[in-house]
C-alpha cells in the first residue's frame, strides 16, 4: 500500500476495479462490500486521489466471505478467522485455515453494558472490574459505549464463582495466571500436532485430497485435549484441595487429625 495522496501502479494482469465493479463481479451490494471493509474483512483498496480501485485479492476476499455467510459463519466468526490468518494467505490457504480453526473458536461475542455487567457481578459502580476485564481481553469496548463480551462461557463461569462469595478482583487476578498457563498448555498441543500430522500433511505436498482428513484430525483433537485436560485437573484439585483442607485442620502430612 502507498502513502496518501500517491497511487500505487496496477499490475498489468491486476484487475481494476471500482466498489460498484467489485460488488457486481462477487454479486454482493456495495452497502454490503463498505460494511465489510469496515470491520476489516477486505484489504484496503489501492487509491488513485479519493477513489479506492480494487483488484484480484479483494475479488477472492469477498468470494471467501461470501462463501462462508452460506456455510452459516456469521460475520463475528469470520471476522475473528481472518484477524488469526496471515495477510498474504490466498483464498485455499484462508478456506484451510477457517476449517482448522473452527472448532476452536469461542460461543459469539454478547453486548452488554458496564452497568449490566457491574450489576451481575454484584461489586459497587466505581468497582473496576469492567476496566480489569478488558486488561484481561475478556471484553471490549464498543464505539457506541457498551460493551462486547468477547467469551460468554467464560464470564458467566467466572460470574457463578463470584457468586459463591470469591470477590472479584480476587477471580480476576486469578484468571490471569490461568489465561497464561492455559496458553502455555494449548501451544503444546499444538506443537505436537504440527510436529506429526500436520508436518506430515506439508511434507506430502499438502495435497487436496488429504485437507478433509487433516481438518476432521483437527476437529477430533479438541475434545480429546479437553478431556485429557480435565483429568488431569480433576486429579490435581483433589490433591491440592485434599492438602489445602489437612492444612488447615492442622494435619500438613494429609492425614486426619484425632
Not at 467489485?22 to 484489504?43: C, Q
Not at 489501492?46 to 480494487?54: P, Q
Not at 500433511?201 to 479438541?222: D, I, K, S, T
Amino acid at each position: 500500500m502507498t502513502s496518501a495522496g500517491r497511487a500505487e501502479p496496477a499490475p498489468d494482469d491486476e484487475p481494476d476495479l471500482t466498489v460498484d465493479e467489485l460488488a457486481g463481479r462477487v454479486g454482493l451490494t456495495v452497502r454490503n462490500v463498505r460494511a465489510y471493509a469496515a470491520r476489516g474483512l477486505l484489504p484496503p483498496p489501492r487509491l488513485v486521489g479519493r477513489t479506492g480501485h480494487y483488484g484480484r485479492e479483494h475479488v477472492a476476499r469477498l468470494i471467501l466471505v461470501r462463501e462462508m455467510l452460506a456455510e452459516g459463519y456469521s460475520l463475528n466468526m469470520i471476522e475473528r478467522t481472518l484477524a488469526h490468518a496471515p495477510d498474504t494467505a490466498s483464498t485455499a490457504t484462508l478456506a484451510l485455515h477457517r476449517a482448522l480453526l473452527a472448532p476452536w473458536l469461542p460461543p459469539e461475542p454478547e453486548t452488554t453494558t458496564a452497568a449490566d455487567l457491574i450489576a451481575r457481578a454484584g461489586v459497587p459502580e466505581s468497582s473496576a472490574i469492567v476496566e480489569d476485564l478488558a486488561a484481561l481481553g475478556l471484553v471490549e469496548h464498543l464505539a457506541d459505549g457498551r460493551l462486547r463480551v468477547l467469551d460468554p462461557a467464560l464470564l458467566t463461569a467466572g460470574l457463578q464463582v463470584v457468586e459463591l462469595g470469591v470477590p472479584p478482583a480476587a477471580l480476576i487476578a486469578a484468571q490471569a495466571r490461568v489465561i497464561a498457563l492455559v496458553r502455555e498448555i494449548a501451544g503444546i498441543y499444538v506443537r505436537m500436532f504440527v510436529e506429526t500430522g500436520w508436518q506430515t500433511f506439508l511434507e506430502a505436498g499438502a495435497p487436496r485430497e488429504q485437507v478433509e482428513e487433516v481438518r476432521a484430525a483437527v476437529a477430533r483433537l479438541q475434545p480429546a485435549a479437553a478431556q485429557a485436560l480435565l483429568a488431569s485437573f480433576r486429579t490435581e484439585m483433589a490433591a491440592a484441595v485434599g492438602a489445602a483442607v489437612a492444612a488447615e485442620l492442622g494435619d500438613p502430612d494429609g492425614e486426619p487429625s484425632g
